[in-house]
């Protein structure tokens, strides 16, 4: 167990030693307070979902693997493994809902059939925690999904199937953000994509323009809820050509004023996400992250504290985008404990994000205002070795979660008392 003097003490420390780097750590810690993170509710079960007792994930590129026991096998269960996960994670969270994460109550309601009442205990239980939602229309894991083909389908029953979940989706996102006080963010993400080389890319991509049209002809205000559009450079299954690709939805987003959705591991590896930011916000109002970690592909391993989520929590804190990026994880591993994932994940954005906070920021950008160069790049290799775990360490002592290593203890006894017995 952390020594809780030990803690402070170390606390006390460290901060005289960012104070001298003109870094204010207590500030840094009350800023924590504007990076809210919505946690993707599909890390519980693998990305199933309770439209029947036994689905699972199918199709559209996107892949889960591993077979760690103890996943939520109903909502009570995932809703008690949520409540875990916070209790262990500082700081406040959102919940980001899919739309096969419904009370479907036993019954078959198709995706063209979803309503807002197969949500309402999920809004009361967000309610009761005073937390925000977020939303997904679910494009996949489904015999309408099977051709590859959704919203760009260009089989016209097949399409509008897709766009009635779409919109009936924004509705249910809308009233979420209603009834919770806090807009929701709804994403449409499809794995509309070819194997091999198609001739009428721009056939489907028209398609997907005309549905997305469609699909969003009803305005909600934005205090209600707010629409994403989540690009892809390729899927597992889909190659060759993706529908949706940036270059599509980032023309969609900029001429409909829609939220762009970058996932990091989305892109070709070489190119970052962080340095996106920048760039799309100076045509659109917002943007959702999706917070992963590909691994050679868009693998969606657990997120952990790299140079690509440094950048991206740097990019948001040093330009104050707080109230401009919806900050969301994407990332699914049924290989190791589901709730230590959620935890070493969400810890890990949110140590990326104080951390970005306890630099000075102006006065770097003074050195590289006066071309001090050799200057700017020693002040970044020394902050490395700051004592940043201690900071970390008081957040969390602070919100009276566990410190450090301790979280480890709470999951392994959670698994045992739990997990283990479902
Ligand atoms: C897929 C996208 C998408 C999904 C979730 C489950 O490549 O990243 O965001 O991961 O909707
Ligand atoms: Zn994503």
Redesign the pocket.
């Known amino acids: 167990m952390a020594n809780k003097e030990q803690v402070i003490k170390a606390y006390e420390l460290a901060k005289e030693q960012y104070a001298q780097l003109g870094v204010d750590t207590d500030a840094a810690i009350k800023k924590m307070d504007d990076v809210v993170i919505s946690l993707?509710c599909?890390q519980t079960d693998d990305?199933g979902g309770f439209e029947t007792p036994d689905a699972e994930l199918g199709g559209?590129?996107?892949q889960v693997t591993g077979n760690y026991p103890g996943k939520a096998k109903n909502i009570p269960q995932m809703r008690q493994d949520l409540e875990k996960v916070m209790a262990l994670l500082p700081g406040k969270q959102r919940l980001n809902l899919?739309a096969i994460y419904g009370e479907f109550g036993g019954e078959k309601v198709d995706r063209n059939e979803i309503t807002v009442e197969h949500f309402q205990g999920w809004i009361d239980w967000a309610k009761e925690r005073g937390m925000g939602l977020d939303f997904?229309a679910?494009c996949?894991s489904h015999p309408k999904a099977d051709s590859g083909f959704t919203l760009s389908s260009k089989d016209e029953e097949t399409r509008k199937f897709w766009v009635e979940h779409v919109a009936r989706c924004r509705a249910i996102a809308a009233e979420m953000g209603k009834q919770l006080g806090t807009s929701a963010v709804h994403?449409t993400?499809i794995?509309d994509g070819s194997k091999d080389t198609p001739i009428d890319r721009n056939g489907h991509r028209t398609l997907l323009k005309k549905s997305l049209d469609e699909a969003m002809s009803i305005d909600y205000p934005k205090e209600q809820m707010k629409d994403a559009v989540?690009s892809?450079l390729f899927?597992i299954g889909a190659e060759a050509m993706t529908v949706g690709s940036h270059d599509f939805y980032l023309g969609y987003a900029i001429k409909n004023n829609k939220l762009i959705?970058l996932?990091n591991?989305?892109f070709h590896p070489t190119e970052e996400v962080g340095d996106k930011i920048s760039a799309c916000l100076q045509f659109v109002d917002e943007v959702l992250l999706?917070v992963?970690r590909p691994v050679r592909w868009?693998s969606?391993h657990v997120v952990t504290l790299n140079e690509e989520v440094k950048l991206i929590a740097s990019e948001v804190v040093r330009n104050n985008f707080y109230n401009r990026v919806n900050i969301g994880l994407?990332f699914?591993d049924a290989s190791i404990n589901r709730i230590g994932a959620y935890v070493i994940g969400t810890r890990a954005a949110q140590i990326a994000f104080l951390n970005a906070l306890l630099e000075p920021t102006e006065e770097l950008i003074k050195l590289e205002e006066n071309e001090n160069n050799f200057e700017r790049l020693a002040m970044l290799e020394l902050l490395k070795s700051k004592p940043f775990g201690a900071v970390w360490d008081y957040y969390c002592l602070k919100n009276d979660v566990p410190v450090g290593e301790d979280y480890i203890k709470e999951i392994q006894n959670y698994e045992k008392e739990v997990l283990r017995k479902r």
């Open positions: 993707h599909w990305v559209g590129g996107i899919h997904n679910t996949f994403n993400w794995p989540e892809k899927g959705c996932d591991g989305h999706h992963t868009d969606d994407d699914f």
